[in-house]
């Protein structure tokens, strides 16, 4: 099977823009990251991450997959698995049918990550397209190039244990988009992210979860000098350090929105992917004030100076949901 692999800013953005390009369909990471409408915003304090609040910009895993194959009538056939062995055996057979081949895994288990980048995080994407002697050959999205794996070592990754275990997860396209009304699934997409960033009543999700976030920084106790420059490590590492980062997913948004406004003509869309940016910009501005602060060690820190940033970001936000939301409705009409 001939297969071009393709380096991506996030693994599951990119096995689904890789996965259709290679089926036929070009389609680039941003407009799958767009289309499936994974940009977001959650503060969620019941979840721990090494004892911290878990903090996401994106939609939870497979959601990407899962929204495009509903949008796109992609017909995705995928499987999760009891045993080593059925896992194996399936991923073997669809290679043998020519198939590249979606598994969800574990980095920790995955010999081809350098030693510093593993941890136990097990909703890690990538492609496999082919299997010579004992190795797979593998489209890590992450990587400049494709790379190899050992039978043991990927069916480790793929059952490895603890949240989000994969249990194997595999996952083939069946159907090869045809006849796209572009018009209505962009309107269809951007309404959608509109609505979980500023449409949804909870607290913590969207931008009521930014400006809850702020609040709970315009709270720390100046006195609690270890607590709070662990706190504010945590969020910059949540934010620019775990998978593509919030800024990062600001930006691939943008290029979305950039791609939606050629594709449409739509002046509306170009301005606003010039806004996305902008707000990509202030979430890295945001991050190196964090930065910064827990750097200088301050005697009398300014915690409401960080949180009016994190708070204009929020307002940014908004005011940016508000306009494409106003579009969809205008696109609807036309």
């Known amino acids: 099977m001939t297969f071009t692999h393709q380096q991506s800013a996030h693994c599951e953005s990119g096995v689904m823009s890789s996965l259709l390009t290679n089926a036929g369909f070009a389609i680039s990471e941003p407009m799958v990251f767009g289309l499936s409408s994974a940009l977001a915003f959650a503060y969620l304090p019941i979840v721990k991450l090494n004892g911290m ?3 996401a910009y994106r939609m ?4 990407i997959i899962n929204t495009l194959n509903k949008r796109l009538g992609l017909n995705i056939q995928s499987k999760r698995f009891s045993g080593v062995e059925a896992g194996q055996l399936a991923l073997d057979q669809a290679l043998a049918n020519k198939e590249a081949v979606g598994l969800q895994t574990s980095v920790f288990w995955l010999p081809y990550f350098p030693a510093e980048m593993r941890f136990h995080f097990n909703a890690h994407n990538l492609l496999v ?4 002697n004992d190795n797979y050959l593998i489209s890590d ?12 070592a990927l069916n ?15 996952y083939t396209l069946g159907n090869t988009p045809t006849n796209v009304n572009w018009p209505k699934l962009i309107r269809q997409s951007i309404k959608a992210t509109t609505r979980i960033l500023d449409g949804l009543p909870l607290p913590w999700i ?40 919030g800024a990062g997913f600001r930006f691939m948004y943008a290029s979305f929105l950039q791609e939606a406004a050629i594709k449409l003509n739509e002046p509306v869309l170009h301005d ?6 902008l707000i990509g910009d202030g979430w890295r501005g945001f991050a190196s004030q964090l930065v910064q602060y827990c750097k200088a060690k301050q005697a009398k820190p300014n915690f409401a100076e960080l949180a009016a940033s994190l708070q204009q970001l929020a307002q940014q936000e908004r005011q940016l949901m508000q306009q494409l939301a106003a579009w969809c409705k205008t696109a609807a009409k036309l």
């Not at 059952?159 to 997860?169: H, M, N, Q, R, V």
Request: glycine share 8%; hydrophobic share 40%; net charge positive.
């Open 206 to 245: 969207g931008v009521r979860g930014i400006a809850h976030l702020a609040k709970k920084i315009a709270k720390l106790d100046p006195a609690a000098t270890k607590y709070n420059r662990l706190y504010l490590t945590h969020i910059v590492r949540m934010q620019e350090e775990i998978g593509t980062g």
């Open 53 to 55: 609040p878990l903090i």
């Open 156 to 170: 480790k990754a793929r059952f490895a244990k603890g949240a989000l275990a994969p249990k194997g997860l595999m």
């Open 141 to 152: 999205p992450v990587f400049e190039d494709v790379v190899q794996c050992s039978t043991d």
């Open 129 to 132: 397209y082919a299997k010579e």
């Open 272 to 277: 606003a992917a010039n806004q996305m940016t």
């Open 60 to 63: 939870p895993p497979k959601h």
